[in-house]
């Protein structure tokens, strides 16, 4: 595609901290609200959620390494 726009840096790591935001806040409402600290349901919602986070928090924070040739 010509006329493809890349979103800046800035875009995708705010965007991350949000997803990394919204899975522990989903765990820390639900867990409070019905005192299931331990629910395996509600870890199977937040821990993807959250790891997506942590993933592009790590991507987008990583220096790129110049290829010599």
């Known amino acids: 595609m010509e006329n493809e726009v ?3 840096k800035i875009y ?15 765990y820390l409402f639900w867990a409070a609200s019905y005192d299931a600290w331990t629910d395996i ?7 993807p959620v959250i790891g997506f ?6 991507l987008f924070t990583r220096k790129e390494v110049e290829e010599e040739d």
């Open 6 to 8: 890349e979103l800046p």
């Open 12 to 26: 995708k790591l705010i965007f991350s901290f949000l997803v990394l935001i919204a899975g522990i806040g989903t």
């Open 53 to 58: 986070g942590l993933a592009g928090i790590f």
């Open 41 to 47: 349901g509600l870890y199977a919602v937040s821990v």
